[in-house]
């Protein structure tokens, strides 16, 4: 992920960047999670900032129904050592959370090769290391931000608690309080009875649990309604916001001078004018840059997610939970709660499968019986804009004024302030306040 740019090159821009912040007009290509946040870091420096997106307003496509979670203590990519056992095991189970669909797209087969290579060992820890340390300056990032607005989007500052069905799991966790304690994550070792004493709607938790690891730091939220609620503010701070406007191209010109062009919404191509552009386009991002050069290794990772009304309040938590036996997360949400998990690699497929949803439901009704309205439950699924080592990219594109901030992958909500954050510094000429994060074309901190 390395950008192959003289370092002379990369002080003047950033000195040029600097000088010109006032006047200089930034389009943010995506009103996701990832594109709004940016969008407010960089109007916050005085940039003059505009947002384009396809749909009729923010956070309609993968921010829109995720699980939930603001999860710093879980920075281990799904690349792991693990992951191609826990792969071979899935085949062919239809309740298991990983699913490829057979077929000859190549797109797949190269993402799938990357995806294996970042499964050693080394570079999993590496991975892990990078993606933790831009993890806690997000959460930082996100409680300063919900401070200065006085921002709500049904956040809980409860934790989260990592819960182990499997005896051989639970005995692993000591490793993993011991790697988030070098990062300054606070987490803690939880028997079964603790663990039911913090949450205790675990109460009746079937099948019986092992024990847990609670992530004190962590939170939960709705992530759709953050994003909205963030680009209220972001328009009432100037922010222009350009909806039902596709990007169809983005591609440098003979000299090198990148230029947009967008469809709107009555039918027109048009030129879109800009003195720098920013890349939040989730998973759709490679397809347009593919134009300029640009080969963003993101494939779309389906995932589901149901959300249940609560009609017992007392059965239903309020910590934020990740089952580690079965990979499914859960967030309460106001009066509902929110279960999300799966992998799926399939490509740009948002179909929603019952018995993906089924499935996520049955593990709400064995883990809190009674406390839900199943039936009543609000199915959907989303695009993972997932990178082969959930490293996002962040930073200089190969071409000047064309930054990027995208594939998170899994980690998109958690990730999203602190990813934003640094890249607005670095458009504004200042090394990103993350050390040990492979940022594209940074100065060295
Ligand atoms: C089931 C599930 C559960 C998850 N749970 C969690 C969780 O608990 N915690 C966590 O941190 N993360 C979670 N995630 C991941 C997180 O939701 C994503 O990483 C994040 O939403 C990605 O945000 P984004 O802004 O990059 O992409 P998106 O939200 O997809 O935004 C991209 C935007 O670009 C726009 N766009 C695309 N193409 C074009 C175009 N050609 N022209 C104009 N606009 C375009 C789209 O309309 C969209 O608004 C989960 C994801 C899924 C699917």
Request: aromatic share 6%.
């Amino acid at each position: 992920m390395a950008c192959h740019r003289p370092p002379w090159r990369t002080a003047l821009s950033n000195a040029l960047a600097a000088s010109r912040i006032v006047s200089m007009h930034v389009m943010v290509l995506g009103a996701g999670v990832t594109g709004v946040t940016t969008a407010w870091y960089l109007r916050e420096r005085g940039f003059d900032v505009s947002v384009v997106d396809r749909q009729p307003g923010p956070a309609l496509e993968t921010s829109f129904a995720n699980g939930g979670q603001i999860s710093i203590s879980h920075p281990e990519p799904w690349s792991s050592p693990a992951a191609p056992w826990i792969a071979l095991r899935a085949l062919g189970r239809r309740d298991a959370p990983l699913r490829l669909k057979p077929g000859l797209d190549p797109a797949r087969w190269r993402w799938l090769a990357g995806f294996l290579l970042e499964c050693l060992p080394q570079r999993h820890h590496r991975n892990a290391e990078a993606i933790a340390r831009l993890a806690v300056h997000s959460g930082a990032c996100l409680r300063t931000l919900r401070d200065r607005t006085g921002l709500h989007y049904e956040e809980q500052t409860r934790g989260i608690l990592h819960l182990f069905f499997e005896r051989s799991e639970y005995e692993k966790a000591r490793a993993k309080i011991a790697f988030l304690a070098r990062h300054g994550i606070a987490a803690r070792l939880c028997d079964a009875h603790e663990c039911v004493t913090l949450e205790p709607a675990l109460r009746n938790s079937h099948p019986p649990l092992v024990g847990g690891i609670h992530a004190l730091g962590d939170e939960s939220g709705n992530a759709m309604q953050f994003t909205r609620e963030l680009a209220r503010r972001c328009a009432q701070a100037g922010v222009q916001f350009h909806f039902e406007t596709t990007v169809e191209k983005v591609a440098p010109d003979a000299r090198g001078i990148v230029r947009v062009v967008a469809r709107t919404a009555d039918g027109n191509a048009v030129p879109l004018q800009a003195d720098a552009w920013v890349v939040c386009l989730g998973s759709h991002g490679p397809a347009l840059l593919e134009g300029a050069g640009e080969h963003l290794a993101i494939y779309p990772v389906k995932g589901y997610s149901v959300t249940a009304p609560v009609v017992d309040p007392a059965r239903a938590p309020n910590v934020s939970l990740t089952d580690e036996s079965r990979r499914i997360v859960c967030s309460r949400l106001g009066d509902t709660l929110r279960v999300a998990g799966t992998a799926e690699i399939c490509g740009f497929d948002t179909s929603v499968h019952a018995d993906r949803c089924r499935a996520l439901l049955d593990w709400a009704e064995s883990m809190f019986p009674g406390a839900l309205d199943t039936a009543g439950a609000t199915p959907w699924a989303g695009l993972r804009p997932c990178t082969p080592s959930n490293v996002p990219y962040i930073g200089r594109s190969r071409w000047e004024g064309l930054w990027l901030n995208t594939g998170h992958g899994s980690l998109g909500w958690t990730l999203a302030c602190g990813s934003a954050h640094c890249l607005a510094e670095m458009m504004s000429g200042r090394a990103p306040p993350v050390a040990g994060f492979p940022f594209r074309g940074a100065q060295p901190t």
